[in-house]
Nanobody, 122 residues
Framework: QVQLVESGGGLVQAGGSLRLSCAAS????????MGWFRQAPGKEREFVAA????????RYADSVKGRFTISRDNAKNTVYLQMNGLKPEDTAVYYC???????????????WGQGTQVTVSS
């Protein structure tokens, strides 16, 4: 079992930056691929970014490509999402997810965090 705790959300003006963190429990974190997802009010949860177990492979949704960067520190059991050039349409609850597979797969994660709110004002 893996427990995930997100942090770093908040209120920011358009064009600003935030860095989200997702801390994971357990000794198997370094073997898991990780992903970030978001859910805006009235919308379905959508994929944002993912990273393989080693950090050697990453993937992004077209809507965030070039603005967001996913990274991980396996020594700290933490995955990050650096968000630059934020837009009002990025407003959502952001969730991290863990995959028992070490490679990026675009399916529902095996484990979810509780989410952190990001609000971008215009």
């Amino acid at each position: 079992q893996v427990q995930l705790v997100e942090s770093g959300g908040g209120l920011v003006q358009a064009g600003g930056s935030l860095r989200l963190s997702c801390a994971a429990s357990g000794r198997t974190f370094s073997s898991y691929a990780m992903g970030w997802f978001r859910q805006a009010p009235g919308k379905e949860r959508e994929f944002v970014a993912a990273i393989s177990w080693s950090g050697g492979s990453t993937r992004y949704a077209d809507s965030v490509k070039g603005r967001f960067t996913i990274s991980r520190d396996n020594a700290k059991n933490t995955v990050y999402l650096q968000m630059n050039g934020l837009k009002p349409e990025d407003t959502a609850v952001y969730y991290c997810g863990a995959y028992r597979t070490g490679f990026i797969v675009l399916v529902t994660p095996n484990y979810w965090g509780q989410g952190t709110q990001v609000t971008v004002s215009s």
